[in-house]
């Protein structure tokens, strides 16, 4: 065995191997340059109509992968065979257990929650937040329309939907950059301290605020949450902060992301934003089948109870992808289906469908309108500025990294900053190379795991001359029990690669999106790895 090859993961015996993909492109940790909707989505059409990724499910672990409308469409209705459950590591990361209310909620407690918020959510409540949603759209797009430039993800996108969500839960707006640190730690960083030191931070600012709403309740989202009753009683510490979790993560990443692949879809159509400055009217109509289009979000369900799925069975506890941007574009459902058509009138998948249809869409489809209604109003005909890379974080949501736009007699921004995809050559650190011998290696990764904790521990490594073998648990110590034996964490690689990687010489979390080193374990013990790498 002298190459990665060798190293493949173990697939189970119910699925036909016929239907295994082990370079499914959507990875979490992976990026492209590529246009992700317009290069990989529609190749991602060929073929059967349900594969099994090796490694797509948070933590490079297995899910199926349904890729028709039809079938997204059942899997959303069908509760009693899939859970919702657990499927977010936050709670377990700082030693809590609470669940995300109502997302991690099977029927029928899960009514319960729905019934309570359905109200906060309806459209003539939404109508009294418009000015204010309008009012911040506006006062970002102030910031940066005199420019004739800007990158648009940092000026616009990725603030916006916090001044909105704070709005609605009634917090104070200068608390917009202390939110964006937060939501960075918390969706994007691949360091398992910083998602659990931002999870640490924004519940334990929830907590504040849900304390002062119960003593000082107004009229805002919070102050609902810890009046309301349900079943003759209030909710408890987990329920509130539950609730108050899944609408921050619920409504930030989602909107900045749709948001800019609708307003990278008019700089890069022409034709199409000419329309719509010349007819506002149309925007509302234009942003659905822009959400259709562009639908990035996937979430999953865990099987539990045996099923099948076109004629393939399906067993308790694997865990089954909600691919909305394959739903959205699959050509059995649609005509033209990667073409945008404004006049189209999707009936898209975009927010889910069924009991846990996202509550935040008449809110969401109101910031998108609002956000290019201004955009249009404030400044002229924008495009991509030339010269500058544009990449997309992929996984669970495909999100844009930078969007640099220009306008007015400009074709280029003044000092233009490339996003790069990552690379496999990570730079060289002098002095701590490792040699390719196992005793190396294992000293090494001993002297290693000593400084590491308190993030885990290796249970079992089995190395021979071609091929290394962890099993470990990688949890937090709050969460690992001193007599466990079933490793929570395993990993694989040539003993060449996982040497470049110790050396630095290939990055680790690019080696494992690509597969050179197999990984499979729970979200949490997966980070913490990458630290022990
Ligand atoms: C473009 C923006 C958005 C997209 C694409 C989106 C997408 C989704 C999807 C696909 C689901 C279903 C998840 C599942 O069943 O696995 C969902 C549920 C949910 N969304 Fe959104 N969402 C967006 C905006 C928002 C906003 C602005 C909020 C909050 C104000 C929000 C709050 C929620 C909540 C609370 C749920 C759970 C509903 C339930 O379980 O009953 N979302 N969303």
């Avoid at 309570?116 to 797009?141: G, Q, Y």
């Avoid at 149309?282 to 099948?308: G, H, N, W």
Wanted: with cysteine; hydrophobic share 40%; aromatic share 8%.
């Amino acid at each position: 065995m002298n190459d990665t090859t060798s190293v493949v993961a173990d697939i189970p015996a119910h699925v036909p191997p016929e239907l295994v993909c082990e370079d499914y492109p959507f990875i979490m940790g992976a990026q492209t340059s590529q246009h992700p909707f317009k290069s990989m989505v529609p190749a991602l059409h060929d073929g059967p109509d349900l594969i099994y990724s090796t490694n797509f499910y948070p933590g490079f672990q297995p899910a199926w992968i349904p890729r028709r409308f039809e079938t997204l469409q059942a899997l959303y209705m069908d509760t009693e065979h899939f859970s919702s459950e657990a499927f977010s590591p936050f709670p377990l990361l700082i030693g809590e257990s609470w669940s995300l209310v109502p997302v991690e909620i099977d029927p029928p407690a899960h009514s319960t929650y729905r019934t309570l918020l359905n109200p906060l959510f309806t459209p003539a409540r939404m109508r009294a937040l418009e000015d204010r949603v309008r009012e911040a759209a506006r006062d970002t797009i102030a910031k940066f329309k005199d420019n004739d430039e800007c990158e648009f993800m940092s000026a616009f996108a990725l603030r916006f939907p916090i001044i909105v969500f704070l709005d609605l839960m009634g917090l104070p707006r200068e608390r917009m950059e202390q939110f964006l640190e937060w939501e960075f730690m918390l969706l994007h960083s691949l360091d398992i301290e910083d998602v659990a030191k931002g999870t640490r931070l924004s519940v334990d600012y929830l907590r504040e605020v849900i304390e002062d709403r119960r003593k000082n309740p107004g009229d805002d989202l919070v102050s609902f949450a810890v009046t309301a009753t349900v079943e003759g009683r209030k909710l408890n510490d987990n329920e509130l902060i539950g609730l108050c979790f899944n609408l921050f993560i619920g409504g930030l990443d989602t909107v900045s992301t749709n948001i800019s692949w609708q307003i990278r879809h008019l700089a890069e159509h022409p034709e199409d934003q000419r329309r719509l400055r010349t007819d506002p009217s149309l925007i509302p109509a234009a942003v659905e089948e822009m959400y259709r289009r562009y639908a990035a979000v996937t979430t999953f369900r865990t099987c539990v109870k045996q099923t099948s799925l076109h004629g393939i069975t399906i067993m308790p506890g694997d865990k089954i992808a909600m691919p909305t941007t394959l739903a959205n574009t699959d050509p059995g459902a649609w005509d033209r289906p990667f073409e945008v058509d404004f006049d189209r009138a999707p009936r898209h998948i975009t927010f889910a469908y069924g009991v846990h249809r996202c509550i935040g869409a008449p809110l969401a489809r109101r910031e998108s309108v609002m956000a290019i209604e201004e955009l249009l109003r404030a400044i002229p005909e924008f495009r991509v500025a030339e010269g500058e890379e544009l990449v997309t974080e992929l996984g669970p949501i495909l999100q844009p990294k930078n969007l640099p736009l220009v306008w007015g007699g400009r074709d280029t921004r003044r000092e233009a900053a490339t996003a790069k995809p990552q690379t496999a050559e990570a730079p060289h650190v002098e002095g701590q190379r490792i040699g390719a011998s196992i005793g190396e290696v294992t000293a090494f990764l001993a002297a290693k795991l000593a400084s590491m904790e308190p993030f885990g521990k290796v249970i079992a490594m089995h190395l021979d001359d071609h091929q290394i073998v962890l099993d470990g648990t990688a949890n937090p110590p709050a969460l690992v029990d001193a007599t466990e034996t079933q490793p929570d964490v395993t990993v694989r690689a040539s003993l060449k690669d996982f040497v470049a990687i110790l050396n630095k010489d290939m990055n680790a979390q690019l080696a494992m999106v690509k597969g050179k080193i197999k990984v499979r374990g729970d979200i949490m013990s997966v980070m913490a790895l990458t630290k022990l790498l």
